[in-house]
Each structure stands twice: as C-alpha cells, then as structure tokens.
C-alpha cells in the first residue's frame, strides 16, 4: 500500500521500514502540502520511530484493501503514558475513488459544530471527515458555528483548482482560547493515478 503523510507543524527525523528487510526510511513533511506517496509492505501497526533518539512515536493501522492512505499526524493530547506515543494518527482513505480531482472533503478537527455553504450547497459539518464535495474549479466555503444564542463566522475562503486537482481542508481548534475562528490547512493536490489514466496509462498500485 501506498501513504503520504501531514502535520499541521512539520516532523522531523521521522522514520519507518518500508518492509521486511529494508532500510528506514526517512519521511519529509511540508507544511501546507502532503508528503510525496512512500510504500509499504508489512504487518500492522505501521510504526514511525524518531531517528534521533530510536523511540517509536506513532503508530497506525491501516485496514485491509485500502491501497492509498493519508496519514494525518496530531499531537497526543495530555500526557502520552496511556500509549507513549508521541503522536496520534488519523487514517484517511486517499484514494481516487473517495476522493477524485475537482472535489473537496473537509475535515473538523476543530472541536466546534460548523454548518454554512461550499458554493450554493449547504453543509453540516460532522467531526472528523466529511463526504467529498464536487466543486468543480472553484470552492467558496463560507462556516458559521453558534455561542451563546448567536452565529459567528469561523472560516470564510475561496480556493480555485487547476485542471485535475483535488483539495482537501483541515480545520483545527482556534488558536486562541474562547476565539470562534478555526485554523486550517487547505491541501491541493492530484488524485494518485490520475496523471497517468490521462495519458491512458494504467494507474500506479
């Protein structure tokens, strides 16, 4: 199976072994993109070790036949001594079919209950992630959340795609305690395969 991975503050030194036998590997992160796809063959947990120090930070299970994943790595609230990870990671189907170019999914992480509109289709967002919406070109997305008997605005953007790419919108807590304003992360990006099916080639397994 193949993965990239994400985190709203980059990771260094991170590692993994592609499969039995091989060497670590190390992943790059970037900070408003996913990594480049790695592969990896191997039992589950797929785990992630700090090259510095040798320590197993993270750990994730993919389920079986998900052939294209996006590993979304978030701190480990509180104290780490339930799991001792450093990490938590969130596992997402990443593939073409869940979500394929001129599409947008959302995820909310925010920790508020959002509602507004993408374009002219109204949306509730629940947390974690939502259904992928076709936006074609443009995505205007515009998010209300409630407090105290009124609607403040959380996020208001506008992204626009290039032919065959797909966008992906993080939302994480406010940055300042009692603020109603998300942060967020707006990922673009080409479905895994889609170059190649263009060109009439086979898609990459």
């Known amino acids: 199976m193949r993965f990239s991975v994400f985190s709203p503050k980059p990771i260094e030194h991170l590692t993994f072994i592609p499969g039995a036998g091989a060497p670590p590997q190390t992943l790059q992160f970037y900070p408003t993109a996913r990594s480049a796809r790695a592969e990896y063959r191997g039992p589950?947990?797929?785990?992630?070790?700090?090259?510095?120090?040798?320590?197993?930070?993270?750990?994730?299970?993919?389920?079986?036949?998900?052939?294209?994943?996006?590993?979304?790595?978030?701190?480990?609230?509180?104290?780490?001594?339930?799991?001792?990870?450093?990490?938590?990671?969130?596992?997402?189907?990443?593939?073409?079919?869940?979500?394929?170019?001129?599409?947008?999914?959302?995820?909310?992480?925010s920790g508020l209950a959002l509602s507004g509109t993408v374009n002219k289709e109204n949306v509730t967002l629940q947390p974690g992630l939502n259904p992928a919406l076709n936006v074609g070109r443009t995505a205007t997305i515009a998010l209300r959340t409630q407090a105290k008997g009124r609607s403040y605005q959380s996020y208001a953007g506008t992204t626009t795609l290039k032919p065959g790419e797909r966008a992906l919108l993080i939302l994480f807590p406010p940055f300042y305690q009692g603020s109603l304003e998300v942060q967020s992360r707006l990922l673009l990006d080409v479905p895994p395969g889609a170059a190649a099916a263009k060109k009439g080639q086979a898609p990459a397994k």
């Not at 589950?44 to 510095?52: E, G, I, K, N, Y």
Request: aromatic share 4%.
């Open 44 to 109: 589950m947990p797929l785990r992630f070790t700090d090259s510095t120090s040798g320590t197993v930070v993270a750990e994730a299970s993919i389920p079986a036949g998900m052939t294209e994943a996006l590993l979304l790595f978030l701190p480990n609230p509180g104290p780490a001594t339930a799991t001792g990870l450093r990490y938590q990671i969130a596992v997402l189907d990443d593939s073409a079919a869940r979500h394929a170019s001129g599409g947008l999914a959302i995820i909310n992480l």
